[in-house]
Each structure stands twice: as structure tokens, then as C-alpha cells.
């Protein structure tokens, strides 16, 4: 099933009540940023980021795009105290339109005795083209010197009545002194057993094996993903091949 852009009731129902809900979402967001990062007035917190050139964002085994490279930014702020807010924003395309996907995460992490660090949050993924598409989600991780792992529940994944869990594992393994093997498995299950589109009847898996090279602060990457042609794509994204190529040069600061 290739769903087109539907005439959904939703839409119309969202176009006088989003602006209300977005209000009061940026005004929550401001406060939790503000009460998060008050440890940080008299305690230290690191900022991090990076800035990215990726030849196709594809999120959770589908590429929205056409294929063309797009820019990417990514900011955390970690704080001694365990607390952690960041974003993260990338170009994408839905459809013929173009625009940025932006996500804006909060959470906390905690290293334990073994050596491995669990964390907990929630983040809000938004459209700029499209915020009938926008969702939020939370999170719980366990992550080590070399694998991280999530599983991410959302009760309205983008945008539609369906309740969906997403778990994900990356790993890395350094090959020589200057490659690393990067390996990525993902498996996005239906609670609710409906098919909505992109979202499967049952559950999708996709998986990307590639090689990372550090230069300096820079890392280049070229990987190849799979994901099964199930026939449930998120609309109106074009239809790819299950595998492809990929590649990344990003920048750390």
C-alpha cells in the first residue's frame, strides 16, 4: 500500500487546534530547558556538537528525500549532574516540498558501578513543511564503551492514532588505528496491529554496516542500509530501493 496524501478529518480538526498546542508546547519546553540547565549556573556542563553534509537522511529505514545531500547540525548540553538537553535538525524533503525536520530531546543519564550508563528521556520530532506530521516520543538506553541501545515508545508516531515501539543498537569496532566498523539494527513494531502510512501492519526492520574514519575532528563515512519493501511508506515519500549507499564528512566541536 502506497498511501497518498489523504483527506483526513484530523487535518482539518489540527488546523485550529495546533496553534493553541504548539504555545503551550514552546512555553513547556522553555521552562523544562530553563530547569534544566539551572545546575549548570554553579556547576560545570560541557557543550558539544557537530555540523554534518549526509548524501540522505533516512529515518528509521525509509529516506524521505530524493537522494541529494543534505546539511545537519546537532547540540548537547551535558550537565554534572546527569541532566542533558540537546537538538538536532537536518534538511529533508516531504514530497516536493522542502524544509527541515527538527527534534528537540531532554533526559537524564547515570554511569553505574559496572561501567555502563543508562539514561532516560523524551524528545519532539517537528516538520517545518509539515507539522501535521509531528510527534514526540521518550526513551530508555543502556549504552557502553562501544554499543549504545534504545527503545523508544510514541502513543501518536507521526502524527497517527498508532502506538509504536522502535528498538535500535549501534555498535562500533575499530578495525585499525585509523577505520572503525560501524554497525546499526533497528526494529519498529506496531502496538495497535493497524497499517497506517509508513507504518507497518506488524513490525519493519532496517540495518547499516559501514566504515567510519576519523581525520582530526573530522569523521568521514560510507555505509550500506537495508530495509524490506513492505509497501507502507510515510507520505508523500518517494519510493527507494531497499538497499543503498550512504555516505557522511561531518565536524565535531
Request: glycine letters at 10%; a positive charge.
Amino acid at each position: 500500500m502506497r498511501f497518498p496524501l489523504p483527506p483526513d478529518p484530523r487535518f482539518q480538526l489540527r488546523a485550529h487546534t495546533q496553534p493553541t498546542r504548539r504555545h503551550a508546547l514552546k512555553r513547556a519546553v522553555a521552562a523544562s530547558l530553563l530547569w534544566l540547565l539551572q545546575p549548570a549556573a554553579g556547576a560545570q556542563a560541557d557543550i558539544s556538537g557537530s555540523v554534518a553534509l549526509q548524501s540522505e537522511y533516512s529515518y528509521r529505514g525509509q529516506a524521505p528525500g530524493d537522494g541529494g545531500a543534505v546539511p545537519q547540525l546537532t547540540l548537547n548540553v551535558d550537565t554534572v549532574s546527569g541532566w542533558y538537553v540537546g537538538g538536532f535538525a537536518s534538511g529533508v524533503h516531504i514530497g516536493d516540498n522542502h524544509g527541515y525536520k527538527l527534534q528537540a530531546y531532554a533526559g537524564y543519564a547515570r554511569r553505574m558501578a559496572s561501567g555502563l550508563s543508562w539514561e532516560a528521556g523524551c524528545n519532539h520530532n517537528s516538520y517545518t513543511q509539515a507539522h501535521v506530521y509531528d510527534f514526540q516520543e521518550c526513551y530508555g538506553g543502556l549504552s557502553g564503551e562501544r554499543f549504545s541501545a534504545r527503545l523508544y515508545y510514541a502513543p501518536r508516531y507521526f502524527g497517527y492514532h498508532s502506538r509504536v515501539l522502535y528498538a535500535e543498537g549501534n555498535y562500533f569496532h575499530p578495525l585499525t588505528e585509523r577505520i572503525n566498523l560501524v554497525a546499526h539494527g533497528g526494529l519498529l513494531y506496531n502496538v495497535r496491529g493497524d497499517a497506517w502510512p509508513g507504518i507497518p501492519r506488524r513490525a519493519r526492520y532496517d540495518v547499516r554496516l559501514g566504515i567510519a574514519v576519523p581525520v582530526g575532528n573530522w569523521t568521514l563515512q560510507a555505509a550500506r542500509q537495508y530495509s524490506p519493501d513492505d509497501d507502507t511508506w510515510y507520505p508523500p515519500y518517494p519510493v527507494h530501493s531497499a538497499k543503498a549507499w550512504t555516505w557522511s564528512a561531518s565536524y565535531a566541536f
